[in-house]
């Protein structure tokens, strides 16, 4: 390795591990106050990329405070397993949908699910997320982490505007990560077909920073009937995607990994305390953050209206 690129990584990880690891969460925490145990009794939640993770914590928490949840996930077996490990009061709350959200088929088959069980949602969890070193395409011609991280979310919440299935004061988590630090909003980093032009992490990074973007049009769409549509940044948790994704980093990080339900905490938080929600921010730790961190970044290549029609266009969204 370079002495360049040694001291790159340094620097990487000198300048992030104190507050993205479990370090930063331990001590951030030390002055929250949650005032009692949530409760979430009455509520309707949809959680996507719910079988294991961040995800799985999700949908712990929410059912262990009441809430009747929608967990949606790829795996039969892995969704199973994380509601059988719950108490059964929890677990009775739950109902589980086997659901490939990288298919606009299956999206579409969720939306219809959704509209004939009659009941809105209180929250929804856009969560599901993941990160291809190797490119991988679809049956229906998309490239996997953009139908993934992008256009699937866009489609599960237009189709839940057009179906009026979310609630009048709704609340909307985007869950990001920090890869949204690396690239500007641009239609061109998204579903990259060519195979030869792909680089997961930089498909990733795209995403996640399309991400904000989408946040801010929804929450300009729930304003107006009291409801709120949040981005949020986990932190670095020791999860089975990061394991897969990311080898490297996990080795080197693996012991200070927050935990998923460390993960989830602001997702959970916002939920619960529903705080103002600000252009061009990302929270993390409960508080609200800069989305750039570089200046190229702050360049944007597209403006949130072209990527919400480049997204429309090719999304399926029933009415």
């Known amino acids: 390795m370079k002495a360049r690129d040694l001291a790159k990584i340094v620097t990487f990880y000198a300048r992030f591990t104190p507050n993205y690891s479990r370090i930063g969460y331990t001590a951030r925490s030390l002055g929250w106050s949650d005032g009692g145990p949530r409760d979430f009794s009455g509520q309707r939640w949809l959680v996507t990329g719910a079988s294991q993770g961040i995800g799985r914590a999700l949908v712990e928490a929410a059912a262990n405070a009441g809430a009747e949840v929608v967990a ?15 108490p059964e009061a929890a677990a009775a709350r739950i109902t589980v949908r086997v659901q490939d959200l990288s298919l606009q088929s299956e ?35 998309m490239e996997a982490s953009f139908a993934t991280n992008v256009l699937g979310h ?31 909003l641009a239609i061109e980093g998204l579903n990259t077909t060519d195979a030869a032009r792909y680089s997961g992490k930089a498909a990733y990074a795209f995403a996640k920073r399309a991400q904000v973007a989408l946040s801010e049009h929804w929450n300009e769409r729930l304003q107006s009937r009291g409801g709120k549509s949040y981005v949020m940044h986990p932190g670095w948790a020791r999860t089975p995607g990061v394991k897969k994704s990311l080898p490297v980093f996990w080795k080197l990080q693996n012991a200070i990994l927050r935990t998923p339900a460390q993960g989830a905490d602001t997702a959970i938080w916002l939920a619960a305390n529903r705080p ?44």
Do not use: K
């Open 72 to 86: 949606v996930a790829r795996s039969a077996e892995r969704l199973a397993a994380a509601v059988n490990a719950l």
């Open 107 to 141: 999206v579409n088959n969720l939306l219809d699910w959704l509209a004939e069980s009659g009941q809105s949602i209180d929250v929804l969890m856009n969560n599901v997320g993941v990160l291809f070193n190797t490119h991988e395409m679809t049956r229906e011609g």
């Open 154 to 184: 866009f489609q599960l919440t237009e189709g839940l505007f057009a179906r009026s299935l979310l609630a009048v004061d709704a609340v909307i988590v985007n869950m990001s990560s920090g890869g949204l630090y690396n690239a500007p």
């Open 276 to 319: 103002a929600s600000l252009p061009d921010t990302v929270w993390f730790d409960r508080a609200p953050r800069d989305t750039h961190m570089y200046p190229h970044t702050r360049q944007a290549r597209c403006t949130r209206e072209e990527l919400v029609g480049y997204l429309d266009g090719l999304s399926a969204v029933p009415a």
